[in-house]
């Protein structure tokens, strides 16, 4: 008999009630549910790639099943990303093991969720239906913040660089092939989406950015996304958004090093009157 089924459950950020409710919802109802296992961890987005909850997921094989509030090509290239091999699951015949990302958000029905399930569990158990007895809930914890990173879709990628050299903040680079890395992923600035913007490819996604083409919806349309902000901003190109995008961010960061600066001088100033020179 075939192994059961692996699903991830990764839970929204704490803002997210409504779909916090359908995830406990579901965990509630596929815990113990014969052919799968269930995993729940902290947001995907959230978790470091090095990380105990990462390397958890790693290690799980065979097909696996992911439920998470990100849409489901963010949520592939999160895990593929961070190493975790396999290929999206109903795109053609593959070698590597199939993974269906599942998105949760607060239209979703718990029962339909749960019927692609028990289709997919029932593919691969040969359509039989009294499948292995389900596997006890793991839920393995990790210290999570937070995060604000762009997400590269390789298959989209061309390796033009325009994204290197664009950003200010030190988040790309390139590898010894020459080929895109995302160098220092907690260098880009909180909000600033200016990269995805000036990508020719539309492969850069930010999970958690409010415009579906940005955070990764294949069903969106960049282009639209671009024509539709144009006509907001008065006819401004979308480059010339981006670029304003980038300044902003940038003119934050150093806001906050002046205010850091002053009050380092102000410490400086205090020790000087205490040691009475």
Partial sequence: ??????????????????VQALADSLAGRLAGRPGLSLTRVPNLYDLEPGGPVMESIRRIEGDLVVLSALYPRATFWTLK???????LADRGESAERAIWCLRLHPGADAGEILGQIDRIVARAHGGATTPGPG?????????????????IDRQRCSGCLECL?????GVYGVDAAGGLLIEQPDACRAGCPACSRICPEG???FPQHVDPAIAGDDKASLEGLKLDLSQLFAGADPSVMATAERDRALAAVETREDSRGGDQ???LV????????
Avoid: K
């Fill in 1 to 18: 008999m075939p192994e059961n089924i692996s699903v991830i459950l990764s839970e929204p950020r704490p803002d997210d009630a409504g």
């Fill in 81 to 87: 990303t961070a190493g975790v091999p396999g290929c």
């Fill in 135 to 151: 596997g006890q809930p793991v839920r393995p914890s990790a210290p999570a913040h937070q995060r604000w990173y762009p997400v």
């Fill in 165 to 169: 050299n664009f950003c200010l903040f």
């Fill in 203 to 205: 492969a850069i996604m």
């Fill in 265 to 267: 001088l102000d410490d």
């Fill in 270 to 277: 205090d020790e000087m009157d205490e040691m009475d020179l």
